[in-house]
């Protein structure tokens, strides 16, 4: 799965990519990564455990160009419907179900980013997030609260990307997002 300039370093067994909907085939995946059930690697994310273990929740999302990392004990945790914008850089931090880290936005080491919260694109998140939060800023700043129906649809577009990932991984035929007006 992995282009012909990069070779997966024999340190480490290879990354189990069975359960993943799809690893674009120039995404960077290496070390200790577990992949659940539905997630998908999008092109040129870099998904690098070499340090410290990265676990990726099922029907979680990783877009184009992403970048997750951790620390010696601090591990990198997304838990399941999470979608992680093009860009965003999640290093040794932990994101709750049903969350979005926004495009470019960065995350920085031992934040919690609490359930079904909203990461705006380009925010500085240094400090632990509440439960439902829409975050804007540099650094991150609480807006408001999230509704229930925007967590809900949190969790469809996290659906919609499991579709469309088994279009690119050449098993499915509906993008998912035919139709979608949000």
Not at 104 to 116: S, T
Not at 121 to 147: F, H, N, Q, W, Y
Request: glycine share 10%; charged share 20%; proline share 5%.
């Amino acid at each position: 799965m992995q282009d012909k300039f990069f070779q997966q370093p024999t340190f480490w067994p290879p990354v189990d990519l069975k359960r993943a909907a799809f690893v674009a085939p120039n995404a960077v995946v290496v070390g200790q990564v577990s992949l659940e059930r539905g997630s998908s690697v999008w092109y040129h994310a870099v998904i690098r455990g070499d340090v410290e273990r990265i676990d990726i929740g099922a029907y979680t999302n990783i877009q184009d160009g992403a970048v997750l990392h951790g620390d010696p004990g601090k591990i990198t945790k997304l838990e399941e419907y999470v979608t992680i914008g093009h860009r965003a850089v999640v290093h040794a931090a932990h994101v709750e179900r049903a969350s979005l880290i926004g495009i470019g936005a960065v995350i920085l080491d031992g934040v919690r980013i609490g359930e079904g919260s909203i990461i705006g694109a380009g925010c500085i998140v240094t400090k632990d997030v509440p439960p439902r939060s829409l975050m804007v800023g540099v650094p991150a700043r609480r807006v408001r609260e999230v509704s229930p129906q925007e967590v809900e649809d949190l969790i469809a577009h996290a659906l919609r990307y499991e579709k469309l990932a088994l279009v690119h991984a050449g098993v499915g035929t509906d993008t998912g997002f035919t139709g979608v007006t949000d």
